[in-house]
């Protein structure tokens, strides 16, 4: 059974730093990431690092935000640099377990965000 555990959401001013940790247990993860979403707006993926591959990042945190994961520990972590007001939003840790050709994502509960300017 995969479970996630995320922390480290919560208040900042703009150009400010915020840390958010995803620590996740059940199985070997093939991605793990970063999505958010903001008040009347979709979900979008924030960031990603595959098992081994390149780390992936939306445009808009390029240069601020950075991705990683601690394999013993299972823990994908996402270091929010210069935040800004655009920035606020919930949140969530996805985690991926891949069978061959299939995939399973899962999802964290939330982290809310909110970046005053």
């Known amino acids: 059974q995969v479970r996630l555990m995320e922390s480290g959401g919560g208040f900042v001013q703009a150009g400010g730093s915020l840390r958010l940790s995803c620590a996740a247990s059940?199985?070997?993860?093939?991605?793990m990431g970063w999505y958010r979403q903001a008040p009347g707006k979709q979900r979008e993926l924030v960031a990603a690092i595959p098992n081994g591959g390149n780390t992936m990042y939306a445009d808009s945190v390029k240069g601020r935000f950075t991705i990683s994961r601690d394999n013993v520990e299972n823990t994908v972590y996402l270091q929010m640099n210069s935040v800004k007001p655009e920035d606020t939003a919930v949140y969530f840790c996805?985690?991926?377990?891949?069978?061959?050709?299939?995939?399973?994502?899962?999802w964290g509960q939330g982290t809310q965000v909110t970046v005053s300017s």
């Open positions: 996805n985690v991926r377990v891949t069978r061959g050709s299939i995939y399973f994502d899962y």
């Open positions: 059940g199985s070997i993860f093939s991605v």
